[in-house]
């Protein structure tokens, strides 16, 4: 079951970056030469080898497109969140992995617009305009995802990874390489994950002690606590409306 939830996961992550880079490719398409795979040599022309380098590091970001989904926004936190919540209830597998990836994805686009905004405007829009060229639009990019990551990463996380390379710490935040980043975002994305998920568990914990001690008070030591407290675990959540209230506090974290 957990396999074919993550099998399930790829493949919504790998049509959503479809979906979101095929505008971009429509709109290049008209100014896209057309390319020819020529043996002898010397007959590519700089501005063709240019091109042809341009269009597979597009390829291999639309194939790195889930990792880049997990590792460099939200969505790692907000999936860790909702394992918590569904096994501190006691549900099982409701609400299904399709509903919670599906949720995780779209609360990940909402959080990561102003990212996404920032890297349209400063970087893709110019190239599109041959006002920059390639690299610079690939340092431009990297500025705002850089941003936020270094807004939710801790100094400790980030100083393991120069001790495990034992490279010279860092000046300042740009001479910090964007991989060390991304993997000292991870591990903090999952410190924080876990504490959201800690304090979820507290309430239901207490309900679980509660309904347990009222059964053994009454002689019913046979009858499973848990099928007793998961329909008052689920009122409780209904009556707090803990979706608005825990969604809520969870982009209230990125903010």
């Not at 790692?76 to 597998?93: E, Y």
């Not at 610079?136 to 801790?154: C, G, S, Y």
């Not at 935040?173 to 994950?193: D, F, H, N, Q, R």
């Amino acid at each position: 079951m957990i396999a074919r939830g993550h099998g399930t996961l790829i493949l919504c992550l790998t049509a959503l970056a479809a979906a979101l880079l095929c505008p971009v490719l429509a709109h290049a398409a008209p100014t896209i030469p057309k390319l020819t795979m020529e043996l002898a040599a010397g007959q590519a022309e700089p501005t063709e080898v240019s091109t042809l380098l341009e269009i597979v590091f597009l390829l291999t970001v639309l194939a790195m497109a889930p990792a880049i989904m997990l590792t460099m926004t939200s969505f790692t936190r907000i999936i860790i969140v909702f394992h918590f919540l569904r096994q501190a209830m006691g549900t099982q597998q409701m609400p299904p992995n399709q509903i919670l990836a599906g949720l995780a994805i779209f609360m990940t686009l909402t959080i990561m617009m102003p990212v996404g905004k920032a890297i349209n405007d400063t970087a893709f829009q110019p190239y599109m305009a041959e006002e920059i060229p390639f690299q610079e639009m690939l340092t431009r990019a990297q500025v705002p995802i850089r941003e936020f990551m270094f807004k939710h990463t801790r100094e400790k996380d980030l100083s393991i990874f120069y001790a495990i390379t034992k490279e010279d710490r860092p000046k300042n935040k740009e001479e910090v390489s964007t991989i060390m980043l991304v993997a000292a975002y991870t591990i903090s994305e999952l410190k924080t994950g876990f504490t959201i998920g800690f304090l979820i568990y507290i309430p239901f914990l207490i309900l679980d002690m509660v309904v347990a001690s009222i059964l053994l008070a009454m002689g019913m030591m046979m009858l499973p606590p848990v099928m007793i407290s998961l329909p008052f675990k689920i009122l409780l959540f209904v009556l707090i409306d803990g979706w608005n209230l825990l969604i809520g506090s969870l982009v209230n974290t990125f903010q």
